[in-house]
T-cell receptor
Framework: DAGVTQSPTHLIKTRGQQVTLRCSPI?????VSWYQQVLGQGPQFIFQ???????GRGNFPDRFSARQFPNYSSELNVNALLLGDSALYLC??????????????FGPGTRLLVL | RKEVEQDPGPFNVPEGATVAFNCTYS??????FFWYRQDCRKEPKLLMS???SGNEDGRFTAQLNRASQYISLLIRDSKLSDSATYLC????????????FGTGTRLLVSP
């Protein structure tokens, strides 16, 4: 079975540009979460989407937005890129959105470099 | 103060050694606890969930002390393939799932 897939794998942008990252969850999973991992740190929560609705948002500026489609895939958009947005962006999928013990499965990530 | 704190290491150990990682969390509302493993330039992968009664999976043992807000991971008989970063993770699940990660502890197992 296919795991979580993300595209693109790598991306180089310049300051001020906009970027869209894509994620397809594991088949049957309805929840997608996005995390940002900067070098030397653990991943930080950005958003969770479940059944096409935003369920939770982390402490990120409004430049970050996301959406989930009817097939449960998701996009993360970042506007007006800053150097500090350079990071590994991870997508995680889970069956539902509520169970605290529920496992989140991570995709391979998109590595974004902002110059 | 970070919500989840870990010693960043690195821990350098020989093959066959036993190594222990510790982690503390500050939010007493945290409901579930995990250890994830992350290899260099790869995604985090769930190693094991951590339960109040403690749990074991082969060479790996995890413990949780809710009173002290302390989580541990013990690896026995270390293998070269155990070299990775180990991330301590808590989930507050305040109406949605939000995993909160520590910075990770790097383990290097040498021959």
């Amino acid at each position: 079975d296919a795991g979580v897939t993300q595209s693109p794998t790598h991306l180089i942008k310049t300051r001020g540009q906009q970027v869209t990252l894509r994620c397809s969850p594991i088949s049957g999973h309805k929840s997608v979460s996005w995390y940002q991992q900067v070098l030397g740190q653990g991943p930080q929560f950005i958003f969770q989407y479940y059944e096409k609705e935003e369920r939770g948002r982390g402490n990120f500026p409004d430049r970050f937005s996301a959406r989930q489609f009817p097939n449960y895939s998701s996009e993360l958009n970042v506007n007006a890129l800053l150097l500090g947005d350079s990071a590994l962006y991870l997508c995680a999928s889970s069956l539902g959105a509520g169970a605290s013990q529920e496992t989140q499965y991570f995709g391979p990530g998109t590595r974004l470099l902002v110059l | 103060r970070k919500e989840v704190e870990q010693d960043p290491g690195p821990f350098n150990v020989p093959e066959g050694a036993t190594v222990a990682f510790n982690c503390t969390y500050s939010n007493s509302a945290s409901q579930s606890f995990f250890w994830y493993r992350q290899d260099c330039r790869k995604e985090p992968k769930l190693l094991m969930s951590v339960y109040s009664s403690g749990n074991e999976d082969g060479r790996f043992t995890a413990q949780l002390n809710r009173a002290s807000q302390y989580i541990s991971l013990l690896i026995r008989d270390s293998k070269l393939s155990d070299s990775a970063t180990y991330l301590c993770v808590v989930n507050r699940n305040t109406g949605f799932q939000k995993l909160v990660f520590g910075t990770g502890t790097r383990l290097l197992v040498s021959p």
